[in-house]
């Protein structure tokens, strides 16, 4: 089962911030957070990632609270081609792998 | 680089037929995943491959579907019957130990 919980659904006016909450109280010490979009009909596209720092690239910022146990995906200036269901990923090890388990991700509508 | 290539990119098929998808990973990663994505919900992963040896089958239902990693490459994935409920979209995705994991475009399936 996925280790994180998202709202459902959230929209947000083009040219404003959108930010997107993400739980994960089980996390575990070495486990970092990733987040994905999908865009209808396309694949899981990556967004960025962390483990307890914040971090910012090209496409989007991510905060990780102190604890841990929550974060938040920030989309700084978002475009209409930004909605998406958005997937925030606890990125757990097995075996010596990585596993990606998703749940069911935020459908963020970006609104002209 | 080259992306995860999936093929084909759509299939309808009549129950009790069978379907093989095929999906090509990035260059060099050793990990290749599995997905099923249900409408409406998010992928579920299926099986996990580390090169030629599978590391995670729990999720795949073992009596209709099958999955094999020759050389540790390329991938398929099989379902034999196929019943209406396996309609869905089948991702494939690969990562190496340093990346994050990449998606495929995916094979939409309709069972008919």
């Known amino acids: 089962d996925a280790k994180t919980t998202q709202p459902t659904s959230m929209d947000c006016a083009e040219g404003r911030a959108a930010n997107l909450p993400c739980n994960h109280s089980?996390?575990?010490?070495?486990?970092?957070v990733y987040w994905y979009r999908q865009i209808h009909s396309q694949g899981p596209q990556y967004i960025i990632h962390g483990l307890k720092n914040n971090e910012t690239n090209e496409m989007a910022s991510l905060i990780i609270t102190e604890d841990r146990k929550s974060s938040t995906l920030i989309l700084p200036h978002a475009t209409l081609r930004d909605t998406a269901v958005y997937y925030c990923i606890v990125r757990e090890t097995t075996s010596g792998t990585y596993k990606y388990i998703f749940g069911t991700g935020t459908r963020l509508k970006v609104l002209a | 680089e080259a992306g995860v290539a999936q093929s084909p990119r759509y299939k309808i098929i009549e129950k009790r037929q069978s379907v093989a998808f095929w999906c090509n990973p990035i260059s060099g990663h050793a990990t290749l995943y599995w997905y099923q994505q249900i409408l409406g919900q998010g992928p579920k992963l299926l099986i996990q491959?580390?090169?030629?040896?599978?590391?995670?089958d729990s999720q795949l239902p073992k009596d209709r579907f099958s999955a094999e990693r020759l050389k540790g490459v390329d991938s398929t994935l099989k379902i034999q019957p196929a019943k209406l409920e396996d309609s869905a979209v089948y991702l494939c995705?690969?990562?190496?130990?340093?990346?994050?994991?990449?998606f495929g475009q995916g094979t939409r399936l309709t069972v008919v």
């Open positions: 491959f580390q090169n030629n040896g599978v590391v995670d």
């Open positions: 089980t996390i575990s010490g070495n486990e970092y």
């Open positions: 995705a690969s990562s190496g130990w340093t990346t994050e994991a990449f």
